[in-house]
């Protein structure tokens, strides 16, 4: 019972991620039990640069943390970082199938990439979902909101015909001024979490994030009743959620297929 017999004490960055690595060096100075960190990769790896003993459960803040070092593997992460990954790297080519079925003539798709995270990468899963849809892939570069307009006019100038957008802390944080251009531009769009539906982009599918945090909370009660960090077992997402906006549908001129629209768990209208 918070309070009584456990205490949280909360640091946030204030849209600033340069500050992740003063407020993770803080936590470790007043001796925390357990890192939670949910600001996405910065957050997880200013917490890992400042403590290789204190366990942190990761939630929302990577999706391969093997290839960043963090873990061993899945089932043993053998060092002080455990917890959830965001999703599958495959479900990246998962969404650009979905905006093929609603733009059957689809060729060209700009990825809206947040290099403040990390430089433009793509995994080999979504290489070869493209390469079977016939899909080339755009690169659109952005470190800030500032570069957002300039990213939408980058696209027109390379005839891109839909977005598929990252699901970083920018774009969770500047999710209604990406949708408001994507109709502007009328360019359809695809991203991760339903919130970006919420606020106008046509499709998201991806893990849940409210689900994931309850699941954190089945790690942190694990470790301050004694378990290792290195000994559980790090999660992919169990809940995945599809969401489409029928009212950026609609603005954009698109009909929606009637087989998208009976496996989607959310219609906004």
């Known amino acids: 019972m918070e309070g009584q ?3 949280i004490d909360f640091r946030g960055a204030d849209r600033k991620p340069e500050r992740f690595p003063d ?3 803080d936590l470790v100075r007043v001796k925390v039990d357990v890192i939670v960190t949910a600001g996405g990769p910065a957050s997880l790896q200013a917490a890992r640069n400042a403590t290789p003993t204190v366990p942190i459960v990761m939630v929302a803040a990577s999706s391969d943390p ?3 070092g963090l873990i061993v593997s899945f089932a043993r992460p053998g060092g002080n ?3 959830l990954i965001t999703a599958p ?3 990246g080519g998962k969404r650009l199938e979905l905006l093929k079925e609603v733009l059957p003539s689809l060729s060209r798709v700009g990825v809206l990439w ?3 995270v990390r430089p433009y990468r793509v995994s080999r899963d979504i290489e070869g979902s493209a390469r079977a849809l016939k899909v080339q892939l755009l690169p659109l570069e952005v470190r800030g909101p500032d570069d957002l307009l300039g990213a939408f006019k980058n696209a027109v100038q390379k005839r891109v015909e839909a977005l598929s957008v990252a699901g970083t802390p920018l774009v969770f ?3 209604t001024r990406i949708a408001e251009l994507a109709i502007a531009y009328r360019l359809p769009t695809v991203s991760v979490w339903r919130n970006f539906a919420e606020a106008g982009g046509l499709l998201t599918y991806g893990s849940s994030l409210p689900d994931q ?3 954190a909370a089945y790690y942190v009660d694990r470790i301050l009743r004694g378990a290792k960090a290195a000994d559980l077992p790090v999660e992919q997402a169990a809940k995945f959620e599809f969401v489409i906006n029928l009212k950026t549908a609609k603005a954009l001129g698109l009909t929606i297929p009637q087989s998208l629209l009976l496996r989607a768990d959310q219609m906004i209208e």
């Open 5 to 7: 017999n456990f205490a």
């Open 23 to 25: 407020l993770a060096a």
């Open 66 to 68: 093997i290839g960043q």
């Open 81 to 83: 970082v455990t917890g």
């Open 89 to 91: 790297e495959e479900l």
């Open 114 to 116: 947040d290099a403040s």
């Open 173 to 175: 944080e500047h999710r």
């Open 213 to 215: 945090f309850r699941r």
